[in-house]
Structures are given as C-alpha cells and as structure tokens.
C-alpha cells in the first residue's frame, strides 16, 4: 500500500474516532434534555451515522419518512388544547425533517440530472390544493384564527408530504419498500397495544413518540393507543393498513416476507381490537370483505389461493374474537356510559351549524368554540357538558369548511378511490394486489369516518396513501400500464 493512502486511511480513522467519541459525549450531555427534547436530540446527533450506512440516500429517506408516521416525536413551540377535533400544536416533528431532507435531495438531483423526474399527479393534486384553500378562506371568518392556523399548518404540511414522496416513488421497488414499512408499522403497533394492555399504562417510550395518557381514576388502561395516544387514531391508522397486510403476501416472493406480511396482520387485528374502536371494527369487517370479493374479481390471484388466504383471515379472527371475545362484547353490549345516546345531540348541533353557516362553516378547527350555542334541542339539554365536536368526519367538515369544503374532499375521495379501481385492473399483478389493498384500507377509514371526530386533513397517513395511489397510477407503462 502506498504511503499517501496509507496516511489517508490514517487520519478517515482518526476522524471517525474522534467523532465516534464527539457523539457519545453529546449523547450523555442530551440525556439531561426534557424527555421528548432528548429524544429528538439523540435521533438528529444518530442519524447522519445510520444514513451513512444506506446504500441509496433517497431510498433511504423514504423509508424513514414512511417510518414516522405513527411516531409523534416534535418539538412544539405552542401547544392549545380546546377541545377542537384537529391540531392542537405548531412545531417541527421528525417527520417535517425528514420530508424536507427529502425535499432538497429532489431539488439536488433535479439540478445535477438532465431527466428530471416531476409530475403533478392533477386528478389528486388539484382537489386536495382546493380543499387546503377552502380552509385558508374560513379565516376571513372564524373566531379563533389561531385554532385555524394550527390545523392550516398542519394541513399544510401533509399535502407537501403527498407531493414530495409522490415524486420519488418512482419505481415498483420504491413503492414495495414503502408498503413493506407500513406493514412494519403496523406489526410494531399492534406489539405496543399489546404491551400496553399487559402493563395496565403507557410505557414511557418517549424515543418512539409514544403519548402518555393519563389513566385517571382506574389505574389502568382500559383501550390501548400506541404511539398515537388516542385509541381511536390508533384504530383509523390500522385500519388504513390492515388490508395492505395481506396484499402484501400475495405479492411478494419470498416466504420469509409473507410470513412477516401475515404476522403484522395478526398483530395488527389484535391492535385494532384492544384499541375498543367499535367503528374501526366494523370498517375493516366490511373493508375485509370487500378485499376478498375484489380479488375474486381480480385476475391475476387462483382461486384456490384466495380461498387459502380467506381461511387463514378467518382463523386469525376467529382466535382473536375469542380471546377478546369479553372485550367485543363489552363494547357492543355493556356499558358505555351514554356515549352511544350523546352522539344524538352531537349530531342534531352539527345539522344547526350547517344550517346557520351553509357555504364556509364556521371556520376550520374552530367547530368547539362556538357549538354549545346551537345545542337548543331537548335530548341536548340532558348533555349540557357536551364538550367535544360531533363524531362524523362528515359532519364535522361540513361544520368547519361549509358545504364547499364538503364538496371538495369528497371529489378528492371519490377521484382516489376511482384511480385505485382503475388501477387494480392493472396488467401488473403487484399494482392490481398493490390497489385493491389500498382501495379496501380507504373504504374502512370512509366507514369509519361516519362515527368518528378525527378531520382527515392533518392526516400524514391519509395523504402518504394519496401519494401511493398517484405513483400507481403514473409508474412506467411496462411496469403498470394502468
């Protein structure tokens, strides 16, 4: 070996030692941070050493974009809970870094490169653009600006996610590295649900952006959130993905990865169940069956191996139906202590805001500030501490955004679902198994918004989906030709 690269080789090794012991004493010094503060800390000082590793950066960020989802690791620099169904925080997450990071290496390649890869996905893009600018407009009106420009923010955000992740799912391999994370996610959650539910409480998992919930009275944790705190956001994320679970092992080759496929299924089922989300449950029953009926219909999958695949989902929720049978049936049966009866009033309050503010409602995320105003109804007078928005995704955008912000995200839900049947009639076997998973997952959240408060337009997962149905639908004519 020459002596110039020998003394090359030197000072790599003396450099990397002495950043190896840079970070170790940073590490130390960052474990005297507030919690979440450590955490963010300690992933920023790790990551340019793992990214290091990664044989395609871009690749690589997309991965870790797709892993964030369910991680709600942030630094937050106001924090304003009234109440309202949308964001109740401004500040900067794991995942907005990771999107920008993603950002600037497209912007790299697009001036280092003569083909630049761009498209603008329109039939997507341009309903989802107008249902942002439907909720900037309700600032001309609502009452609490800083509510809105929370949730705008956060709207904001997600939308920039769809079209940046959009953009570099560029191949079949990028989009199965993606679905292959989501199935990961979802097997990591269903894990932690479990976990939760053994020890009674939050497991203080600040590094994965687990949220501690406070137990109250009862000790224990009687319905599990995971690392999304709600049960019922942890249920609207499985079930987005549950489906995808066995779309996955059709599609891949090797048995190792379609028993991991099956394994999230079945931790997944089990998260979903102790999440005690009855309209969760119920969407992804229906969202189950309408996977099996379109894959019947679909060409590319034997019957033989379909009816294989049926079997197996129904022994899964078989056993998991009767190891939490006493869990179903408490939810179905026992008591909920009127929750079912108090949904009436929350309906009845969100049909006389819509009636009073038909065109822009009354004002994005600002539907709890003024709704015990329309609460003149007898059955409402019994609930006079009704505190929170009605529980319909519906409902509650018509509340905030009018009839026009309605109108806007059903087009946007609508032309989703219409690519992805136009998609799984695809020659490609793996974007027809690829849309057929995603198609069920979405048909599960739409049920599930009928009986839930959660506003989908702040959900990272809802648009991450949104971009892997844009990406379907414009891969190359030989891989796709949808």
């Not at 949308?86 to 900067?92: E, H, R």
């Not at 904001?156 to 993606?178: C, G, H």
Request: charged share 15%.
């Amino acid at each position: 070996m020459q002596p110039a690269v020998k003394k090359m080789l030197t000072w790599q090794a003396a450099l990397f030692l002495a950043g190896g012991l840079l970070a170790g004493l940073l590490v130390i010094r960052f474990s005297d941070l507030p919690g979440r503060f450590a955490s963010v800390a300690i992933l920023a000082l790790a990551f340019p050493f793992v990214a290091m590793m990664a044989a395609d950066f871009r690749r690589f960020l997309l991965m870790a974009v797709t892993l964030s989802l369910p991680i709600a690791l942030d630094v937050n620099f106001k924090h304003l809970f009234e109440n309202q169904a949308g964001a109740a925080t401004i500040g900067v997450s794991v995942r907005d870094i990771l999107v920008a990071l993603l950002l600037i290496w497209w912007l790299v390649e697009i001036v280092a490169q003569k083909k630049r890869y761009f498209h603008f996905f329109p039939r997507i893009t341009v309903p989802a653009f107008l249902y942002l600018e439907a909720s900037i407009l309700t600032l001309l009106w609502a009452p609490r600006t800083d509510l809105a420009i929370m949730e705008i923010v956060q709207m904001s955000k997600v939308l920039i996610l769809y079209f940046i992740v959009a953009n570099q799912l560029r191949s079949e391999d990028d989009v199965r590295l993606v679905l292959r994370v989501l199935t990961a996610t979802v097997l990591l959650e269903g894990a932690l649900a479990i976990l939760q539910l053994v020890s009674g409480r939050s497991l203080a998992l600040d590094l994965l952006g687990e949220m501690q919930v406070d137990t109250g009275e009862y000790g224990r944790l009687e319905r599990v959130g995971g690392t999304l705190g709600h049960p019922n956001r942890l249920a609207m994320y499985l079930e987005l993905l549950l489906p995808l679970c066995f779309g996955l092992s059709l599609v891949e080759k090797k048995r190792g990865l379609k028993l991991f496929a099956g394994l999230s299924f079945g931790f997944g089922l089990t998260g979903l169940i102790l999440t005690g989300s009855r309209g969760g449950w119920i969407g992804v029953l229906v969202a189950m069956l309408m996977f099996f009926f379109w894959l019947v219909r679909n060409r590319h999958v034997a019957l033989g191996r379909i009816l294989r695949l049926a079997v197996f989902f129904l022994m899964i929720l078989s056993s998991v139906g009767l190891l939490f049978f006493e869990t179903i049936e408490n939810r179905f049966f026992g008591e909920d202590y009127n929750s079912a009866i108090g949904r009436i009033p929350m309906f009845q309050i969100a049909w006389s805001i819509i009636k009073e503010h038909p065109f822009g409602g009354v004002g994005i995320n600002n539907y709890a500030v003024n709704m015990r105003e329309y609460n003149d109804t007898l059955i409402g007078r019994r609930f006079t501490t009704i505190a929170r928005p009605v529980h319909n995704m519906y409902l509650l955008i018509a509340g905030e955004t009018g009839l026009l912000g309605l109108s806007l995200f059903l087009w946007l839900l609508i032309v989703t679902l219409a690519t992805l049947s136009k998609c799984f009639r695809s020659r490609s076997a793996f974007v027809s198994i690829s849309a057929i998973s995603l198609l069920a997952g979405l048909c599960a959240f739409s049920i599930h918004g009928f009986v839930d408060k959660h506003p989908p337009g702040g959900n990272a997962q809802f648009y991450l989906l949104l971009a892997l149905t844009a990406a379907l639908y414009v891969l190359p004519d030989g891989e796709t030709a949808c």
